[in-house]
């Protein structure tokens, strides 16, 4: 699985956007890119996913580079309950091998 | 949504004891894991199951058994809990092995062994 680079941690004003980012320059063209979030003390939580696309949900966007080399995810309108360590993932899907988490972005929301 | 309910959120053992820690999931997922989660060292898989009585070994299997009687429950098992056994526990599971795969996680159980 391609390795991630993400930067350990960032500050956001609750109400506006967070924007965290993701290196993943080794990716394949088979691999996804995942996030997923922990708060403190509670088990990850999936947050979306892609291939190739763009894309949104309920909680999330998830933008990826033409070049699929980065991406950032992005919560539109941060609140205090988003605090929690972003966990960026990439790997092939397809398989039911672990996820491999690295260090992730503390991302703090602050009031 | 899928519900991944761990049996204790906190518990306190004596080295020795033996110690379950069961998982159970309500939406049908073929596949389970188990993780530990400690300081700096992330998420690291134990065991994992794609079947019902199969099992496959992780990153950091020993000293660790699982058990999968039943597609919903995957039980892991210190046959002899140590010391450097304290942590975070987190059972997870997936749909299948197609497609995207995403893992939904269990609260966690912390494990103290005195």
């Known amino acids: 699985d391609a390795k991630t680079t993400q930067p350990p941690s960032m500050d956001c004003a609750e109400g506006r956007a967070a924007n965290l980012p993701c290196n993943h320059s080794?990716?394949?063209?088979?691999?996804?890119v995942y996030w997923y979030r922990q708060i403190h003390s509670q088990g990850p939580q999936y947050i979306i996913h892609?291939?190739?696309n763009n894309e949104t949900n309920e909680m999330a966007s998830l933008i990826i580079t033409e070049d699929r080399k980065s991406s950032t995810l992005i919560l539109p309108h941060a609140t205090l309950r988003d605090t929690a360590v972003y966990y960026c993932?990439?790997?092939?899907?397809?398989?039911?091998?672990?996820?491999?988490f690295g260090s992730g972005t503390q991302l703090t929301v602050l009031p | 949504d899928v519900k991944v309910t761990q049996s204790s959120r906190y518990l306190v053992k004596r080295t020795g004891e033996k110690v379950f820690l069961e998982c159970v999931q309500d939406?049908?997922?073929?596949?389970m894991f188990w993780y530990r989660q400690d300081p700096g060292l992330g998420l690291r898989l134990i065991y994992f199951s794609y079947d019902v009585k199969m099992k496959e070994k992780g990153d950091i299997p020993e000293g660790y058994s699982v058990s999968r009687e039943k597609k919903e429950r995957f039980s892991l098992i210190l046959e002899s809990a140590s010391t450097n056994q304290t942590s975070m526990y987190l059972c997870a599971s997936s749909l299948s092995a197609s497609g995207a795969n995403v893992l939904t996680f269990g609260a966690g159980s912390r494990l103290t062994v005195l």
């Open positions: 939406m049908d997922h073929e596949n």
């Open positions: 080794t990716i394949s063209g088979n691999e996804y």
């Open positions: 993932i990439v790997r092939v899907g397809g398989s039911a091998r672990q996820l491999t």
């Open positions: 892609g291939l190739k």
